[in-house]
């Protein structure tokens, strides 16, 4: 059974930045794509990245150039870097794996979730 488990959640401020880890286990890890998804309050699941299993990466727009997701094969993680954070990147952060190895945008492409960390950013 594949579980993931989110750490590095917290309160920050604006401009602060945060790193955020996703630790899988089970599964083969090297051939998993984890993507990273957001859920503010009251609102939808976003797609915010996912790294292949090849290392390829994607980001919505809205944190190209703040966000950075990476992966270390030798300790079965993914990480999300946030810098420059904003209020509006307020939300409960899950990640989320795919066992073909293909990330993507939609919630529906994952396999396995876990169960969130809450990501708070005052003004």
């Known amino acids: 059974q594949v579980q993931l488990v989110e750490s590095g959640g917290g309160l920050v401020q604006a401009g602060d930045s945060l790193r955020l880890s996703c630790t899988v286990s089970?599964?083969?890890?090297?051939?998993?794509?984890v993507g990273w998804f957001r859920q503010a309050r009251g609102e939808e699941r976003d797609f915010v990245a996912d790294?292949?299993?090849?290392?390829?990466?994607h980001y919505v727009d809205f944190v190209k150039g703040r966000f950075i997701i990476s992966r270390d094969n030798a300790k079965n993680t993914v990480y999300l870097q946030m810098n420059s954070v904003k209020p509006e990147d307020t939300a409960v952060y899950f990640c989320?794996?795919?066992?073909w190895g293909q990330g993507g945008r939609n919630p529906n492409q994952y396999h396995y979730w876990g169960q969130g960390t809450q990501v708070t950013v005052s003004s």
């Open positions: 790294v292949t299993w090849s290392g390829f990466r």
């Open positions: 989320a794996a795919n066992r």
């Open positions: 089970g599964g083969t890890f090297s051939s998993t794509a």
